[in-house]
């Protein structure tokens, strides 16, 4: 559990850092001074700057910097990703060139969008390196011939509630090794064996993890197919590999797809709290996330690297929604500005991110409330095992 918190930890310092740099360095390019970039968040424990004549120096703890012409760099207490603050950003020093709000509009969207294209850049690098060593994916939709494909098993993805395969307490991910000691090839050859044997016992062989389980389960008719079955929609899955110059192409398109998905998952989730549907089950906070990057951490590096640009990808849309506090409420205050052709009053969009900033809390407190009745015992075992 302890090795689940330091790489949860980890994880998510590489996605807010590589958020943040992208600001950074849009902002120093630009010729915005960003006055702070620190790694971890405040109080500042430590930070390095060069003062007005060139020399490095230290700071500690949260000590006001006068004599720093560029950036303090600083480590600090609170070991959650990190931040960058620009000169400026909150609308102060209007007539000061190096201030974020001096700018044209143009340029500051370019720095408030760079977050979030930093976040997809490295999702596509993560995903071409994965692609580089072999990542693993999904069969069913066929591969470019030049593939390389190992470790090819059927899994899990989806289980029907009350069905016969959630009785036998099966998870998705589980990969399905043999039904009657009977290797299949394919996911239709299985679908078939199993639609032939309704209302007889089979004994499954499952991989979860790595661990080998035995379950007997008795296929019934499944109302959702109108064939015999215990309740999961398998796919095949493998470790797929390509060519470096291959590994390029499809780490884009690959990126994108992920994209377009995520984009379309969040508009769904949207639209059920428009509808009054409520937060999806599946919606998991910190909490949550923690415990799956430490259940796919042990599934071994390439799972988590894959894991890790999936969140990447996630971090970057969530960023970019046209919500007040985020990245795309204040692209959306731009937006206005250009159109309108004056800024909004500083303090009333202050006071609308801050609004914004209080209701995104509330949301991560009620997903957190249900990660916790969710994955609870997993912590509760954890703190017994340490007190």
Not at 53 to 66: A, H, M, S
Not at 89 to 111: C, I, K, Y
Not at 297 to 310: D, E, H, I, S
Request: hydrophobic share 50%.
């Amino acid at each position: 559990m302890f090795l689940t918190i330091i790489i949860f930890l980890i994880v998510l310092s590489v996605l807010v850092l590589a958020h943040e740099w992208g600001h950074f360095i849009t902002a120093r390019k630009l010729g915005v001074k960003a006055e702070e970039f620190g790694l971890g968040f405040p109080p500042r424990a430590i930070g390095f700057y060069k003062n007005n004549q060139g020399r490095w120096q230290t700071v500690f703890g949260g000590k006001e910097v006068t004599d720093c012409p560029k950036t303090v760099y600083s480590l600090n207490w609170l070991p959650l990703g990190g931040f960058v603050k620009i000169k400026g950003e909150n609308g102060e020093g209007q007539t000061e060139a190096d201030s974020f709000a001096s700018r044209p509009v143009w340029q500051r969207a370019v720095m408030l969008s760079a977050g979030v294209i930093m976040n997809v850049v490295l999702a596509m690098a993560l995903i071409i390196a994965g692609f580089m060593v072999g990542l693993p994916q999904s069969l069913d939709g066929g591969l470019d011939a030049r593939a390389l494909v190992s470790d090819r098993k059927i899994q899990i993805v989806q289980i029907v509630k009350g069905s016969p395969a959630e009785r036998a307490d099966l998870k998705i991910g589980d990969a399905i090794i043999s039904i009657d000691d009977q290797i299949f090839l394919n996911r239709q050859e299985l679908q078939q064996y199993v639609n032939l044997k309704i209302g007889q016992e089979l004994s499954y062989k499952i991989k979860r993890e790595q661990e080998l389980l035995d379950k007997k389960i008795m296929p019934s008719l499944m109302d959702e197919t109108g064939k015999g079955g215990i309740g999961v929609a398998i796919s095949e899955t493998g470790i797929v590999r390509y060519p470096w110059y291959l590994a390029v192409s499809e780490g884009f398109k690959m990126t994108f797809k992920w994209t377009r998905d995520i984009v379309v998952a969040f508009y769904e989730l949207i639209k059920g709290l428009i509808l009054g549907q409520g937060v999806s089950a599946g919606l998991a906070g910190p909490v949550g996330i923690a415990t799956i990057t430490g259940q796919v951490a042990r599934m071994g590096f390439v799972y988590l690297m894959q894991f890790t640009a999936l969140l990447s990808i996630n971090l970057a849309v969530i960023n970019f929604f046209p919500f007040p506090a985020l990245d795309g409420g204040r692209f959306l205050f731009l937006m206005i500005e250009k159109i309108k052709r004056a800024p909004v009053r500083r303090e009333i969009e202050n006071a609308i991110h801050n609004i914004g900033f209080i209701l995104l809390m509330i949301l991560v407190l009620v997903v957190t409330f249900r990660d916790v009745a969710k994955f609870g015992g997993v912590f509760k075992n954890f703190w017994e095992k340490v007190f």
